[in-house]
């Protein structure tokens, strides 16, 4: 019976390991990707986009807070 359980354990272990390793290996290797990517500075183009969508949402809030100015501007109206 041992005779038999010895070969099915090993065989169990190495397949595990084959199995194991390389689902490791890529884990790895996508996590060092990431974070070369989160190193590295954005390329020029992604640079503009940000920065076209810096100035729209500073433009975006600029018009909020002069909705909000003539929203109390009304309210004060409509109080007198």
Known sequence: MIDIIKPLVIG???????????????????????????????????????????AEVKELRARQTAVQELDGDFESLRVR
Request: charged content about 25%.
């Open 12 to 54: 169990i272990v190495l397949t595990g390991l084959f199995v194991i390793v390389p689902v490791i290996a890529l884990l790895t290797e996508h996590q060092r990707k990431m974070a070369a990517l989160i190193r590295n500075h954005p390329d020029e183009q992604l640079r503009g986009e940000m920065d076209s969508l810096r």
